[in-house]
């Protein structure tokens, strides 16, 4: 089974580190580079950003 749009999963190409950036942004139409830089600019403020990248890294599955 393929994965879709509306599925959220850690896709193999268009990677940097774990692909969650890329998961996001094939979610919800966006292209990887903007939400890296929404991730690197939310790392400014004060918040559990770092621990939820690392939870999808390792809670998405990879897409096919």
């Known amino acids: 089974m393929s994965?879709?749009?509306t599925t959220l999963s850690r896709p193999r190409h268009n990677r940097l580190i774990a692909g969650v950036c890329a998961g996001i942004a094939e979610r919800f139409g966006l292209t990887p580079w903007?939400?890296?830089v929404l991730?690197?600019?939310s790392c400014l403020l004060p918040g559990p950003q770092f621990l939820v990248y690392l939870a999808?890294?390792?809670l998405l599955p990879?897409?096919?």
């Open 62 to 64: 990879q897409s096919a």
């Open 56 to 58: 999808l890294w390792l």
């Open 34 to 36: 903007t939400v890296r």
């Open 39 to 41: 991730f690197l600019l």
């Open 3 to 5: 994965a879709t749009a």
